[in-house]
């Protein structure tokens, strides 16, 4: 079956780095385009980033753009987010997502909590 | 950017009761609207996609409809499970956005 696995979160000063990843399993990961959502306490859901099923292509929302970096490695079916310069406002649950236009399958998430 | 406002915010409802969300888009989006559900501590899960097509596994009595700008999601006979959050998320262009999302409470 299909599973989305996020791991990499935790407590970080603001200013300072951070590397999501999402291990992946039961599809062929190289096929599909994957995302990455964002959620912070208590609010609603935020896009953040998205990268085509070869790497070639990448996107990213306004607020993150310059700062984090998607990545994804097709031999050890993987996603990444590399996140720098972190702000108080990036704190959330990070979810990433395969891609089939909608988000089909998603993580149970990894939280990000960005605090001096 | 595409805006999606979502309404209402929040929903009172009872078990049994036929309820609707509406979505409306800033601009069209033809039919490439998802809605998904959202229970407290887990991750969304997809409901609709392209406004009327029910993801495998859903029950039946989701429904969803509309094109262009304006957008519902429909539950015929609410059941205690659907308790839950729902967004909206347009996927027309990007960067792609979500409705700022439905609470729906038991009355």
């Known amino acids: 079956q299909v599973q989305l696995v996020e791991s990499g979160g935790g407590v970080v000063q603001p200013g300072r780095s951070l590397r999501l990843s999402c291990a992946t399993s039961g599809f062929i990961f190289s096929s599909y385009n994957m995302q990455w959502v964002r959620q912070a306490p208590g609010k609603g859901l935020e896009w953040v980033a998205g990268?085509?099923?070869?790497?070639?292509?990448?996107n990213y929302a306004d607020s993150v753009k310059g700062r984090f970096t998607i990545s994804r490695d097709n031999s050890k079916n993987t996603l990444y987010l590399e996140m720098n310069s972190l702000r108080v406002e990036d704190t959330g649950v990070y979810y990433c997502?395969?891609?089939?236009?909608?988000?089909?399958?998603w993580g149970q998430g990894t939280l990000v909590t960005v605090s001096s | 950017d595409i805006q999606l406002t979502q309404s209402p915010s929040f929903l009172s409802a009872s078990v049994g009761d036929r309820v609707t969300i509406t979505c409306r888009a800033s601009q069209g989006i033809s039919n490439y609207l998802a809605w998904y559900q959202q229970k407290p501590g887990k991750a969304p899960k997809l409901l609709i996609y392209d406004s009327f097509n029910l993801q495998s596994g859903v029950p039946a009595r989701f429904s969803g409809s509309g094109s262009g700008t304006e957008f519902t999601l429909t539950i015929s006979s609410l059941q205690p499970e659907d308790f839950a959050s729902y967004y909206c998320q347009q996927l027309k262009s990007y960067p792609i956005t979500f409705g700022q999302g439905t609470r729906l409470e038991i009355k």
């Open positions: 997502a395969r891609d089939v236009r909608e988000f089909d399958y």
């Open positions: 990268i085509r099923f070869d790497g070639s292509d990448k």
